[in-house]
């Protein structure tokens, strides 16, 4: 039973359109996360959320949009996609470990194309 | 910002052979750093997750975090091909809710 899980895992869309990217956890964390991964890139923070109501703007946020409406539940969304946010997209929930100790768990992640 | 880079970019290593990964990251100030297993079309699996100088195993992984140096190291003992994968190191900014990647070094273990 996956705890983080992303849906879709697939998605192609078209220049112009609009495109959300859904991601749900079980871990009962208060932060969760997005990135996108692309060759030569590693993995890239685009937003991220430290509770209900909550977004931040990650490294590269330009473009896109978040939204956490419950503690289970945070969403990317592409308002107007463009072929440059073809990529995979992951995402994680996270929680302290004590002190400054920390750690991040991540979805399987979704692969998306802008045609 | 954190800057996180990782050599080599590719490593090929017989089976059971050791193999080191290496992460280098410019604030010596963080204190999260942990190594990643990606493989090919999956999400990424925890190996490893250090706080403090010196080493931490976990089973076959061991992580050894220089900050004085700025670099956190990966050692593979006995590798299998299962191993093959992408690994990435992260390390935390001075906010240790986000973690910075490097873009990971492509492992190859041959039988």
């Not at chain 1, 879709?8 to 990217?21: C, D, M, Q, S």
């Not at chain 1, 990135?35 to 990650?58: A, F, M, N, P």
């Not at chain 1, 503690?71 to 994680?92: D, G, H, K, R």
């Not at chain 2, 976990?58 to 050894?64: D, I, K, V």
């Amino acid at each position: 039973e996956a705890a983080v899980t992303q849906s879709p895992r697939n998605k192609v869309a078209v220049t112009g359109g609009k495109v959300t990217l859904s991601c749900n956890q079980t871990n009962n964390h208060n932060n969760m996360y997005w990135y996108r991964q692309d060759t030569g890139h590693g993995l890239r923070l685009i937003h991220y959320s430290y509770g209900v109501g909550s977004t931040e703007k990650g490294d590269i946020p330009d473009g896109y949009k978040a939204s956490r409406p419950s503690q289970e539940n945070f969403s990317l969304i592409l308002e107007l996609a463009t072929p440059s946010q073809t990529s995979v997209y992951f995402c994680a929930s996270g929680d302290a470990l004590g002190g400054s100790s920390y750690e991040q768990y991540f979805g399987p992640g979704t692969r998306l194309t802008v045609l | 910002q954190q800057k996180v880079q990782q050599s080599p970019e590719s490593l090929t290593v017989s089976e059971g052979a050791m193999a080191s990964l290496n992460c280098t990251f410019s604030d010596r100030s963080s204190d999260n750093f942990r190594w990643y297993r990606q493989h090919s079309g999956k999400g990424l699996e925890v190996l490893v997750s250090i706080f403090s100088d010196g080493e931490k195993e976990e089973g076959s992984f061991t992580a050894h975090l220089n900050r004085a140096s700025l670099h956190v190291f990966l050692h593979i003992r006995e590798p299998q091909p299962s191993d093959s994968a992408l690994y990435l190191c992260a390390v935390s900014g001075t906010n240790y809710n986000v973690l910075y990647f490097g873009s990971g070094t492509k492992l190859t273990v041959e039988p």
